[in-house]
């Protein structure tokens, strides 16, 4: 989250020079405006953009949830593993968040999972990871000179937060994307315009991504992304109730409960875990042989091979539970759903795309 991390902590989204490649791919900046309702003045796209950019609040707290229905066949091979039942809830479920912020060094999210809830909470240099599965605590010192960051302690890939999911959105964003707004959305009982991004190219699974954002405050209440010709969305993540008052002191002050098992790493530790962050962020591992992207923008298909040996027990489980297909490319098996396709063939490769499993087999041929 990058509340936690020493840079401005609401740069939401992406900068505003954005605004002008967005615009429908070539548009004039000013020729797109947002018919909202008349209780809200009227803005394009890419004013929309550079509000977004420029947004800072002082506080906010809120309760997020995030939701999807891929349309997936059942799974038997997941959902008797370890964690397989809230591996499924990012696909096929539903997952609360409780998050506040109070400024720069005073930030805490509560992720609450079927097996209990697990906070971050920074209050000025104490950093605390709290998990009450297994009632333990570890508690981190920033230096005084500001100069290290929070340490990412949870666990990416599935947005978590409204801002999380908009920035991946926006990120999409060329000319292969066509950007218009629709009329005012109510989201978290709040005004909110509405932002849509739509591929250009048809071969995408992806109808349309919608962004509602805050018409005061220009921070993203929701994101919600549609397949193809269908009519609610696949996957939402949007606060459910919001508050841009600043949260009471007392939020961001941890005590551990009775019985939990505490863990401060030493300096050393800390000096290590520092040290592998700068070695990694100097060389950046390279793909693993044999991955490729075939296609570009929201086609685009991810190829990679399969790992060897026990790694890919639970992934035989899985896949030996899916259709049987095949064809020129050779054959596998296809886990096809309104969003996305992927495709594990017998040679040891793994597809996945955004798109129909012809494309797959297209690039599987390649």
Do not use: C
């Amino acid at each position: 989250m990058s509340v936690f991390r020493s840079r401005p902590a609401l740069r939401w989204l992406v900068p505003a020079a954005a605004a002008v490649v967005v615009i429908g791919g070539g548009a004039a900046a000013g020729t797109i405006v947002a018919s909202a309702e008349p209780s809200l003045p009227e803005r394009s796209a890419a004013q929309l953009l550079v509000d977004v950019q420029n947004a800072k609040v002082d506080g906010l707290s809120g309760t997020v949830v995030q939701t999807a229905d891929l349309g997936l066949p059942s799974l038997p091979g997941l959902s008797g593993a370890t964690g397989g039942t809230d591996i499924m809830k990012l696909v096929a479920g539903s997952n609360t968040a409780r998050v506040w912020y109070a400024g720069e060094d005073k930030a805490r999210l509560a992720l609450m999972g079927t097996l209990g809830e697990t906070d971050l909470i920074r209050n000025g240099s104490d950093v605390w990871l709290w998990r009450s599965s297994d009632s333990t605590a570890t508690h981190f010192k920033l230096p005084a000179d500001g100069k290290d960051k929070t340490p990412a302690a949870l666990p990416t890939g599935v947005p978590s937060t409204p801002q999380e999911a908009a920035d991946a959105a926006l990120a999409a964003i060329d000319p292969s994307t066509a950007v218009s707004t629709t009329g005012a959305a109510k989201v978290a009982g709040r005004d909110a315009y509405e932002l849509v991004l739509t591929p250009r190219d048809t071969a995408s699974l992806v109808g349309q991504v919608r962004l509602a954002i805050d018409a005061k405050e220009h921070i993203p209440l929701g994101v919600d992304v549609y397949a193809k010709g269908a009519n609610d969305p696949a996957f939402r993540v949007a606060f459910q109730q919001v508050s841009f008052e600043v949260p009471d002191a007392e939020q961001f002050t941890f005590n551990p409960p009775p019985g939990t098992k505490v863990n401060t790493p030493s300096e050393s530790d800390l000096a290590e875990k520092r040290a592998e962050a700068e070695r990694g962020a100097a060389h950046r591992p390279e793909a693993p042989e044999g991955t490729k992207v075939v296609g570009e923008g929201w086609t685009s298909v991810l190829v990679a091979k399969l790992p060897a040996g026990s790694d890919r027990g639970q992934l035989d489980a899985v896949a030996g539970a899916l259709p049987k297909v095949s064809g020129a490319w050779g054959s596998g098996h296809l886990l096809s759903s309104a969003l996305f396709s992927a495709l594990v063939t017998d040679d040891g490769r793994v597809l996945v795309g955004a798109v129909a499993p012809e494309k797959l087999y297209e690039a599987a041929g390649k």
